[in-house]
């Protein structure tokens, strides 16, 4: 959104109070039920925490 020059309310309508655009969270969706949580890591730089979600469900498929 930074490179569009947009905040996240005038993007996607959310109060910039309550959200904020930031790595680390990826919805979990079930296939016919839709989004049922998220998976969060929260606490280092936000690409290091998206890369922490990533390899946990990458973790996790390979378990299945």
Not at 54 to 57: F, G, K, N, T
């Given at each position: 959104m930074k490179c569009?020059?947009?905040t996240i309310a005038e993007k996607y309508?959310?109060?910039e109070s309550?959200?904020?655009p930031h790595g680390g969270?990826?919805?979990i969706i079930i296939k016919g039920t839709g989004?049922?949580?998220t998976i969060t890591v929260?606490?280092?730089a936000q690409e290091e925490?998206?890369?922490v979600v990533?390899?946990?469900?990458r973790h996790f498929m390979e378990v299945m």
């Open positions: 569009e020059g947009r309508l959310l109060p309550e959200y904020a969270c990826f919805p989004m049922v949580g929260s606490g280092l925490d998206h890369k990533v390899q946990a469900i």
